[in-house]
Every structure is written in structure tokens, then in C-alpha cells.
């Protein structure tokens, strides 16, 4: 019997977290999702999906490394962290795409050291395509915060600070030029300070403005492909306009417009390069009637194949 088209398995797995970032409520995404029809969505589309629950952290036992200073539920974080890759990493070896639904960005720190763990395995390099109005590279000694979330993409990148997260696990970090932010618009001095050290590619919103997401997104797809490598789309949802998606906490006026966003979705399925997504900081509590959680399951449409043109009109339209 031929193999499964690995692009056509899909995992689901839940992460209802919300310690990691300052406003609570964001460990109702996955449900918020689940209910907007994500798995209907998929199989619609020819997509063979399994959900696998929300992952438990419950038999996690606590390390006992020294906890940082200014990094806020580091424990609870902790425990998170080592599920989530834990968990990842088996479902990876599967041969699924794993969907880890979010929860805050903080569990992006596990989701992503799966995702390495794996593909350094099979000899191919991770990249990440960071979908964030923020960038996310604080450090306990650069945060204001000091809310985890906030530290996620500069800790899958190696940076000091959180070593001990992983406990017994390995760590296994992507390089930082394997990180692409993307529709950036809001970055602490600090932390502007370490991604210029690092020579971390950041597409903000200017570059967005002045040469499009067509061109931009076609660059970093060319990159990915030219080193063989395999592509984590980590979406947070404040990526987009708030306009469109007003459910989250951290909302950032000036993001991407609703056609820019499917734009990109569209361009990546259509590069076959994606093997795993995050899907985080969507908080129901601060949505409008499910808003943003359908807005986001209509992308993750369009990265699994869903065209524009394709969606049915709205039974309210008026026709002529």
C-alpha cells in the first residue's frame, strides 16, 4: 500500500496555557477553535485529521533547576514546555503535521524544540516563520514584562536565560537566521538590540507596506527550499489587523489585512514546505461571537489548501 501524503495527516493538539502572558484567558483557545470547526474544516478538504486532546501535564515531575529571576510561573511554564515537546516529538515521528492549538506563545518554546528534535533527526534544517506583532526575543535579562510568552522565539534560538526548561529533554535550538519574523510592529529596545547582534531577518510592517507580503513571503519560501529545509509557521493572532481579529490581549493597531493574510497561507501551501503550526494567543474571553477564532481557522484553511475563491457566500449576503 502507498504511503499517506504527508500533507494530508494532521494532529491536533491542544495547549491551554495562559500563564505566560499578562492577560488571562487564552487557555480557551483550543476549545474556541475546536468549536469554529478546525477538524470539519480539514477533512473537508481532503485532510485526514486526529485529534489528540489537549495535552496533559499532569504527570510532568518538577526538575530542580534554580529558577531565573524575572521570568513569571516559570514552573508552571516548565511542565509545559516538556509536555509539549514531549508530546510534539512523538507525533512528528508519526509522520503527521502536527497543529499544537494555543494558549499563549510561550508553549511555542516546546512545540518548536519537538520540531527541531525531529528534523535534525531526519537530516533536514527547521525554519520558523514567526507570524507576531511582537518579536518575541526578550530574555530574563532583557524583558520589561518578564511574562514568558514574550521569550519564546529567543529561546528556540539558543539564547542564555532558560536553560534549565527542558530538564531531562534535549534541547535542540535552530540557528537565528533560521528565524523569520514576519508583520513585527512592536519590539523593546533591548530586545531590538539582540536581534541586530544576532542578524535575525525581521519583515515589519514597513517592509510589508513598501514591497508587499507576495514578494516578501516568496523570499523567505526560496531560502527554506535552497537548504532543503522544512518549514514551523508559528501564527499568533495578533498578527493580524485588529480590525479583524480583535480577540487577543496584546493587540497592536496597523497588522495584516485579511487578504494578506490568506495570501500568505495560500503562497506556503502552495510551497509544500510546512510541516508543523502554532496557532496561539487567541483569548475568546476579549473575542466578538467567535470573530477572530473563525478568522483563524479560515487560515489555517488556506494553508491546507482552501482558495479564496472557493468560499461559499455567506447565507446573510444580499445577492442581485
Not at 478546525?38 to 495535552?55: I, N, P, R, S
Not at 511582537?134 to 535579562?141: E, F, I, L, R, V
Not at 526548561?165 to 512592536?186: A, N
Request: glycine share 10%.
Amino acid at each position: 500500500m502507498p504511503n499517506k501524503d504527508p500533507t494530508k495527516c494532521v494532529a491536533l493538539l491542544g495547549a491551554p496555557i495562559d500563564m505566560g502572558a499578562s492577560q488571562r484567558g487564552t487557555l480557551m483557545g483550543p476549545a474556541a477553535l475546536r468549536t469554529a470547526g478546525l477538524q470539519t474544516l480539514l477533512e473537508g478538504l481532503g485532510v485526514d485529521v486526529a485529534d489528540h486532546g489537549d495535552v496533559s501535564v499532569g504527570d510532568m515531575v518538577d526538575v530542580t533547576d534554580a529558577a531565573p529571576e524575572n521570568a513569571r510561573h516559570y514552573r508552571d511554564i516548565q511542565r509545559w514546555t516538556r509536555a509539549l515537546s514531549r508530546r510534539g516529538y512523538e507525533v512528528a515521528r508519526s509522520g503527521a503535521i502536527p497543529i499544537f492549538l494555543g494558549g499563549d506563545h510561550s508553549l511555542s518554546m516546546g512545540s518548536v524544540n519537538a520540531m527541531a528534535r525531529h528534523w535534525q533527526e531526519i537530516g533536514r534544517e527547521l525554519f520558523v516563520l514567526w507570524l507576531d506583532a511582537h518579536a518575541d526575543y526578550n530574555t530574563p535579562a532583557t524583558t520589561i514584562s518578564a511574562n514568558m510568552h514574550g521569550m519564546a522565539a529567543a529561546f528556540l534560538c539558543g539564547e542564555a536565560g532558560l536553560d534549565g526548561l527542558l530538564g531531562e529533554q534535549p534541547r535542540v535550538s535552530i540557528e537565528p537566521d533560521r528565524l523569520e519574523l514576519f508583520g513585527t510592529r512592536s519590539i523593546d529596545r533591548l530586545e531590538k538590540e539582540l536581534l541586530r547582534d544576532r542578524r535575525v531577518s525581521v519583515a515589519d510592517m514597513r517592509q510589508i507596506d513598501e514591497f508587499g507580503v507576495g514578494v516578501l513571503i516568496r523570499r523567505i519560501i526560496d531560502k527554506v527550499r535552497a537548504h532543503d529545509g522544512v518549514l514551523h509557521v508559528s501564527f499568533d493572532v495578533d498578527f493580524l489587523d485588529p480590525g479583524i481579529a480583535p480577540g487577543v490581549g496584546t493587540t497592536v493597531p496597523g497588522g495584516a489585512t485579511y487578504r494578506e493574510a490568506h495570501l500568505i497561507m495560500e503562497m506556503l501551501h502552495d510551497s509544500g514546505l510546512v510541516r508543523s503550526v502554532d496557532i496561539v494567543e487567541l483569548n475568546p474571553f476579549l473575542d466578538e461571537r467567535g470573530r477572530t477564532a473563525r478568522m483563524a481557522v479560515e487560515l489555517v484553511g488556506s494553508l491546507f489548501g482552501q482558495q479564496i475563491t472557493d468560499r461559499p457566500t455567506p447565507s446573510n449576503a444580499i445577492t442581485p
